[in-house]
């Protein structure tokens, strides 16, 4: 069995930071690229950031030079630090990840379970 599990939403007000944890855990061989998504009310869930295995990144226009993603691979983590947030940031955000769990070899989707994220004065 694979896990992610998400960390570190909550209430912020316009201009604020948080910083966003996903750790994985289970039978995991490799660990591909990690990312983040986001689903605001009404809207289809939207891709925030990626990571490569090998530290490259990817960010949705939206969040460029706002959003850091980064990935610790010895505790199989990925990070979003948030900064300058906007009321349009606010949705629930999750953690996704490709991974060759022990049992095969073959590369699964998994998702977190996701956090909400409120920017509001």
């Known amino acids: 069995q694979v896990q992610l599990v998400e960390s570190g939403g909550g209430l912020v007000q316009p201009g604020g930071s948080l910083r966003l944890s996903c750790a994985a855990s289970?039978?995991?061989?490799?660990?591909?690229?990690m990312g983040w998504y986001r689903q605001a009310p009404g809207k289809q869930r939207a891709l925030v950031a990626t990571?490569?295995?090998?530290?490259?990144?990817n960010y949705a226009d939206s969040v460029k030079g706002r959003f850091t993603i980064s990935r610790d691979n010895a505790k199989n983590t990925v990070y979003l630090q948030m900064n300058s947030l906007k009321p349009e940031d606010t949705a629930v955000y999750y953690c996704?990840?490709?991974?060759?769990?022990?049992?095969?070899?073959?590369?699964?989707?998994?998702w977190g379970q996701g956090t909400q994220v409120t920017v509001s004065s």
């Open positions: 996704n990840a490709r991974i060759v769990p022990f049992t095969t070899f073959s590369t699964y989707t998994y």
């Open positions: 990571v490569t295995s090998d530290g490259s990144t």
């Open positions: 289970g039978t995991i061989s490799v660990i591909n690229a």
